[in-house]
Structures are given as structure tokens and as C-alpha cells.
């Protein structure tokens, strides 16, 4: 089993930034692909951004490419996503998610290990 706790989300203005963090505990190994996801009121949970297992490769939504990065130090067991030039329709909670994969998909269905998520409120 693998434990994964999101953390950094909050409220802030249309162009702000925030840093979310996901620490996973458990049988944790870097082998793991990584992803996250956000959920809006009334909508699917979308992929927002995966990263390889070994870091290095990093996959990205249309909606946040150039203005979200993933990263990750496998020696912390920490997933990041740095977001930045944040909009209203930002706003959601973001999942962090592990899948038994090296690389990462886009399909929520892939990941077997999620946190509980953060909710990330963007203002105009």
C-alpha cells in the first residue's frame, strides 16, 4: 500500500502562483509514475500533468501546458506541481495519483494509489 498526502492549496488571485505538494509513505518506490488531477464542481476529474518514474519526463494538459510544472525528488518521496499565471477555471480540487507504471497516463483509471486532494481557489 502506498499513502499519498497533498498539501499547498489555498485561495489566490488570478495570476498567482501556488506550489502543491504530494508526500507518499508506505511501500513507496521511485518506479512509481506520477500524475495529477483536478476536479471541478460538476465536472469529470481531469489529467493535469504526469511524470515519469524516474523524473525526467513530464507530460501535460493543453489547459496548463507552458504555465504548470511537475516534479518530483524521488529521495523526499515528493511529487510537486508548481503552478503559475493561475485563471478562475483553475479552480479544483487536485489529486495527487500513483500508477504501477514507469510512464504516466492520462487515464484517471491507470493510478491505483490517490490523496484525498487540496482544494485550489483561483479568484478573478
Known amino acids: 500500500q502506498v499513502q499519498l498526502v497533498e498539501s499547498g492549496g489555498g485561495l489566490v488571485q488570478a495570476g498567482g502562483s501556488l506550489r502543491l505538494s504530494c508526500v507518499a509513505s508506505g511501500r513507496t518506490s521511485s518506479v512509481y509514475a506520477m500524475g495529477w488531477f483536478r476536479q471541478a464542481p460538476g465536472k469529470e476529474r481531469e489529467f493535469v500533468a504526469g511524470?515519469?518514474?524516474?523524473?525526467?519526463?513530464?507530460y501535460y494538459a493543453d489547459s496548463v501546458r507552458g504555465r504548470f510544472t511537475i516534479s518530483r525528488d524521488n529521495g523526499k518521496n515528493t511529487v510537486y506541481l508548481q503552478m503559475n499565471s493561475l485563471k478562475p477555471e483553475d479552480t479544483a480540487v487536485y489529486y495527487c495519483a500513483a500508477a504501477l507504471t514507469y510512464y504516466p497516463s492520462s487515464a484517471a483509471d491507470d493510478y491505483t494509489y490517490w490523496g484525498q486532494g487540496t482544494q485550489v481557489t483561483v479568484s478573478s
Open positions: 511524470i515519469r518514474s524516474r523524473g525526467g519526463t513530464t
